[in-house]
């Protein structure tokens, strides 16, 4: 029988001492199907998986349905890339289509989402998820068009203040947006981008690290652009502790919410946040493509910076009366250039319909066990030798780069291998898991509280040790 693996902390709260404390309960050991189907009954949130369609093994293209029975559900653990599709879209998409099949141009102003105000019928409820004041946030655009427009503004090179802090490894649409701004200005990345980079021979950014190097840069940086999860490595940063030492030094700080928004608790008004962006497809299920939101705090309503002007950014109720005299709106409002399509609001309003339901304090403390579930296994069966000498049957293993610490990440965990990573998930998707590989050499998994189970990870957990010995022979 496997060794069941120790806490990786002290911490009496670490979702390890739970999870064990409940297999003590259940009368079974962890790593029994038993154990995942007594939590996943005991789950008050189970419910809200039937809110999702959830495919099938035989719906996925890569699956071999020798390998497994094709009616089953697959072992979707890829949220963190794109979330499973709400079963309230169509409800909500057949509405307008209806509506505008039988009113066309009368859909402007008249049923359930008038489209001259299609984008603020979901404001009340982003706010929410984020943490800020429904005139803070916006639904707009794409993630990566909002950060130019943020940019446009709050990047105001000078001499003396004219970088930009982003990490390292940033996603790629944020480093190309950090630097072409810089270029736009007249600078040149090589001096004015400041990458946060981990130490040698490590994976994760330690905070301390970061702080220093604010301290240490601040007075020449003009905006801090930071993910809140980190998309490679799962990482979650103190976007507070961020803000504050940004601040301190003069800098602007904004973040992007991608791979947070849906996932952790956010707080941008109370932590003093100046901007933020996100898109909607990843945890909050809105479909590919979806539409994307920013944030401004209310501090920086009435500012003066540049900004790229639409039409949609005028104040709505002189808006039509088309004077070509600008009624800017207040705050993020005044950043809305081009009227919203509501054939895309739909799916984030379906979507929003469910997290209404349900805290993101419930979400986050089911997230912390299931993830912690995922980890605890990987530990148990597949650790990495303390000597690689001992490894006498050269048995595959697994090592996770993802903070130990659950504070310091989402739900997502990165994982390495010790045999080809690509063998590792061909065999996966032949056995119908659905997660993902990104490059250079690391696996996301990501069990999302509103629709995985502990099942699902216990499922995961076997699937994985027959793709390692498949890609060992």
Partial sequence: MATIAEPCCTNEAHPHKTLLAKAQEYGCSITDL???????????????RLEYFYPKMKEIPTVDTSLVDGESD??????????LQPKGVAKYLNDELDKWAKTAVHGHFNGRIPWALADEVVHEQLSKMVGAKTEEVAAMNGLSVNLHLLLISFYRPTKDRYKILIEGKSFPSDHYAVES???LHGYDPKESMV???PREGEQTLRMEDLLDLIEKEGESIAVIVFCGVQYYTGQLFDMKAITEAGHKKGCYVGFDLAHAIGNVEISLHEWDVDFAC???YKYLNAGAGGMAGAFIHEKHADNDFPKLIGWWGHEYKSRFQMSNELELSPGVAGYRISNPPPLLVCPLLASMDIFMQVPMSDLRAKSYLLTGYLELLIQTYYSKPSDPLDNKLDKPYVDIITP?????????????????????????EKRGVVCDKREPNVIRVAPTAMYNSFTDVHRFITFLGEAL???KS
């Avoid at 038993?34 to 809200?48: G, I, K, S």
């Avoid at 080809?420 to 996966?428: D, T, Y």
């Fill in 34 to 48: 038993q154990f995942a189907t007594h939590m996943d009954e005991n789950d008050a949130l189970r419910r809200f």
């Fill in 74 to 83: 697959s072992v979707y653990l890829c949220g963190n890339s794109l979330g």
């Fill in 181 to 183: 701004q810089i270029r």
């Fill in 195 to 197: 990458l946060a980079e």
């Fill in 278 to 280: 996100w898109c909607s």
């Fill in 404 to 428: 130990s610490d659950p504070k310091q990440r989402g739900c997502q965990l990165s994982l390495m291998f010790s045999v080809p990573i690509l063998k590792v998930f061909e065999e996966l």
């Fill in 469 to 471: 010995n498949a890609a």
